[in-house]
Nanobody, 123 residues
């Protein structure tokens, strides 16, 4: 079955950096666009970043543009999210997700989800 496993979360100070990774298995990874979403306590899950199947295009939420970078390695079946200049507002559970089509920022268009990894930014 399809599995998406996130790693790399943890506690980081404001202004610091963190790199999240998502390992995919059970699917033809290069056929799927990938996305990162996050969910803070008491809030809805929100779009963070997305990348097209071959990595030729990337998309970002305005709140992270210029600070976060999404990348993928199709040979290794992995997608990563580099987080720079983090703030306490970036504290959330971060999820990676895979989709075959649809709008990149809608959660409903993603077919598979990971279990999430917690990122906590201290002030």
């Amino acid at each position: 079955q399809v599995q998406l496993v996130e790693s790399g979360g943890g506690l980081v100070q404001a202004g610091g950096s963190l790199r999240l990774s998502c390992a995919a298995s059970g699917l033809t990874f290069s056929n799927y666009a990938m996305g990162w979403f996050r969910q803070a306590p008491g809030k809805e899950r929100e779009f963070v970043a997305a990348i097209r199947e071959s990595g030729e295009a990337t998309y970002y939420a305005d709140s992270v543009k210029g600070r976060f970078a999404i990348s993928r390695d199709n040979a290794a079946n992995k997608v990563s999210l580099r987080m720079n200049s983090v703030t306490p507002e970036d504290t959330a559970v971060y999820y990676c997700a895979a989709r075959r089509g649809g709008t990149y920022y809608w959660t409903s268009t993603y077919d598979y989800w990971g279990q999430g990894t917690q990122v906590t930014v201290s002030s």
